[in-house]
């Protein structure tokens, strides 16, 4: 399985931006797809998580700012991430998780400015 993030950028405070991950191949065989995050001098922490079943998650601190969904027929999964905050700037990796087994994609920079 391989997952290509997209959709990173530079935004302003308060500004939104769309990430997408693809999968290669259905994303029904995947249990759950998610994003986390990395910021400069932090550990990777979980923003976002979606079921096969369409159930979703997400970190308690992202005050209902961010919402993931997934696309099928795309093979695609997104996080729009909304009024954004200089804090929520990270490398940002989509994941995927079969049982027991985790997929990695690479990571997307989103830089919020102030």
């Known amino acids: 399985v391989q997952l290509q993030a997209s959709g990173g950028g530079l935004v302003q405070t308060g500004g939104t931006l769309r990430l997408s991950c693809a999968v290669s191949?259905?994303?029904?065989?995947?249990?759950?797809m998610g994003w986390s995050r990395q910021a400069p001098g932090k550990q990777r922490e979980q923003v976002a998580t979606i079921t096969r079943g369409g159930r979703s998650n997400y970190a308690v601190s992202l005050e209902g700012r961010f919402t993931v969904s997934g696309d099928n027929t795309k093979n695609t999964v997104y996080l729009q991430m909304n009024s954004l905050k200089p804090e929520d700037t990270a490398v940002y990796y989509c994941?995927?998780?079969?049982?027991?087994?985790?997929?990695w994609g690479q990571g997307t920079l989103v830089t919020v400015s102030s």
């Open positions: 994941k995927g998780t079969r049982g027991w087994i985790d997929y």
């Open positions: 191949g259905s994303i029904f065989t995947l249990d759950a």
